[in-house]
């Protein structure tokens, strides 16, 4: 957590103690008070942009006494500023907010209980996909697009290699290593077969999951334990001293290289693993069709390889808005209405509402069209979803990264990495 974030939450949660002794303002009836303004913020791309001020048009166009001031950034000082404007009591009406951060904000009262917010209509999403936002009976985020973490493969390199694509509902972990190895055998120093699984969070905890824990549980604790993170570490090892993946200094500068440059993008990766959202990205950025795959197990079935739908990010309503109804409906717009489906499309991750699904899938493009093909397919196949980070586990991507280098550089061996790694997440957890 950066210095200004730290700053920022303790005065967030004086901020909230003296203001929730004041009560709140409950908006009232939108349509009814005359011109209401309401804030509403989102990370992301120019792409991003342009296509979520088309969905804000039609939203004043249906509703022209609601104005809709767009504040966007990029993804890290996104955060920087949401702490800044939060802790000041003056923080956006509608939140675009990730899973990381959904209970940190949440758990200090800063988020608005949705089941409480009156016209929301959550009655055509599926149950798995809406309760990805749900924890302590309250819901804090709607999700805004569902995805999964996956397998990422790019049938050109198996061709170059001359392997063929696994049968990814019964491939196991050794499978894995040993279909990854031979292929960067038969690259010949052109490539490899795999990138590293350690590279976020995700693969622990879908390692975790197939071995009966969890990284996190409901309460908001570790649930993982040091015996699992040391075999996914050793799993880690096994991965580079089969040849699988690049060196370690290559794995290490792709964990903080631009989409665009890695090593995947670029073409020299057979397989990688990714959220099911990211296949457009990778596709226009290696110019390849890819493919999407399910995650190996431990059993090599398919349903036992601990995957589930994840909110590919959330819509959240501040606490202190004082328009809460204005802003519950511009959420409800957003996530249920046609009219900003056919703008938005998959651009947030595929849509959770079943109904704007089956409208909009026909219009996507391919590599969109075959992620949502993807997501139906797996469906009969996934569990519940993951808890939600604890407040402090949104840091746990870059000590998890930081230990998968230290074990691929032999400097630590897999159970005082894990041990360390146990220790260092449970002392961020508040």
Same mark, same amino acid.
């Given at each position: 957590m950066t210095r200004l974030k730290a700053l920022a939450a303790v005065a967030l949660v004086s901020t909230l103690l003296v203001t929730s002794a004041c009560g709140g303002d409950s908006g009232g009836p939108a349509a009814k008070d005359g011109e209401v303004t309401l804030r509403f913020s989102w990370w992301g791309s120019d792409a991003r942009t342009k296509l979520t001020?088309?969905?804000?048009?039609?939203? #004043?166009?249906?509703?022209?006494?609601?104005?809709?001031?767009?504040?966007?950034?990029?993804?890290?000082?996104?955060?920087? =500023?949401?702490?800044?404007?939060?802790? &000041?009591?003056?923080?956006?009406?509608?939140?675009?907010?990730?899973?990381?951060?959904?209970?940190?904000?949440? *758990?200090?009262?800063?988020?608005?209980?949705?089941?409480?917010a009156g016209d929301l209509k959550t009655d055509k999403f599926a149950p798995e996909t809406l309760s990805a936002g749900e924890f302590d009976g309250g819901l804090y985020g709607l999700n805004a697009g569902i995805n999964s973490f996956a397998v990422l493969a790019n049938p050109a390199v198996f061709k170059a290699a001359g392997v063929a694509l696994p049968d990814d509902k019964t491939w196991t972990w050794d499978d894995y290593n040993r279909i990854a190895a031979e292929i960067t055998t038969k690259l010949n120093g052109k490539g490899w077969g795999t990138g590293v699984i350690g590279a976020n969070e995700a693969g622990l905890n879908l390692w975790a999951r197939q071995n009966g824990e969890s990284l996190w549980t409901p309460d908001g604790k570790v649930g993982v334990s040091a015996g699992q993170v040391t075999k996914f570490f050793e799993y880690v090892l096994k991965l580079r001293d089969s040849k699988?993946?690049?060196?370690?200094?290559?794995?290490t500068q792709d964990m903080t290289a631009s989409l665009d440059q890695t090593t995947f993008a670029t073409g020299k990766l057979a397989m990688g693993f990714s959220w099911s959202n990211q296949l457009n990205a990778f596709s226009k950025a290696s110019g390849q069709e890819l493919?999407?795959? %399910?995650?190996?197990?431990?059993?090599? #079935? &398919?349903? =036992?390889?601990?995957?589930?739908? =994840?909110?590919?990010?959330?819509?959240?309503?501040?606490? %202190?808005s004082k328009q809460r109804a204005a802003a519950t409906q511009f959420v409800d717009f957003l996530a249920n209405n046609a009219a900003a489906g056919n703008i938005l499309l998959a651009e947030r991750g595929v849509p959770p509402n079943t109904e704007? %699904?089956?409208?909009?899938?026909?219009?996507?493009?391919?590599?969109?069209?075959?992620? &949502?093909?993807?997501?139906?397919?797996?469906?009969? *196949?996934?569990?519940?979803?993951?808890?939600?980070?604890? /407040?402090?586990?949104? #840091? /746990?991507? =870059?000590?998890?990264?930081?230990?998968?280098?230290? /074990?691929?550089?032999g400097r630590l061996a897999p159970d005082k990495a894990a041990q360390q790694f146990l220790d260092e997440v449970n002392g961020e957890l508040k």
């Open positions: 001020q088309a969905t804000i048009d039609a939203f #004043q166009k249906e509703h022209p006494n609601i104005k809709i001031k767009g504040e966007y950034g990029e993804w890290a000082g996104y955060w920087d =500023k949401l702490a800044t404007t939060v802790a &000041a009591n003056d923080a956006p009406d509608v939140i675009q907010m990730d899973e990381k951060y959904l209970r940190e904000y949440a *758990d200090r009262g800063a988020l608005l209980d949705l089941k409480k699988a993946i690049p060196p370690a200094e290559a794995v493919k999407l795959l %399910r995650i190996p197990s431990t059993t090599g #079935q &398919a349903a =036992k390889n601990g995957s589930y739908y =994840k909110g590919s990010m959330f819509w959240s309503v501040s606490s %202190r704007i %699904r089956a409208a909009v899938t026909p219009k996507l493009q391919p590599a969109d069209a075959a992620s &949502a093909k993807f997501i139906e397919e797996i469906s009969k *196949d996934l569990g519940e979803p993951s808890p939600a980070p604890p /407040v402090g586990g949104g #840091q /746990v991507e =870059k000590i998890i990264q930081r230990y998968t280098t230290e /074990v691929l550089f």
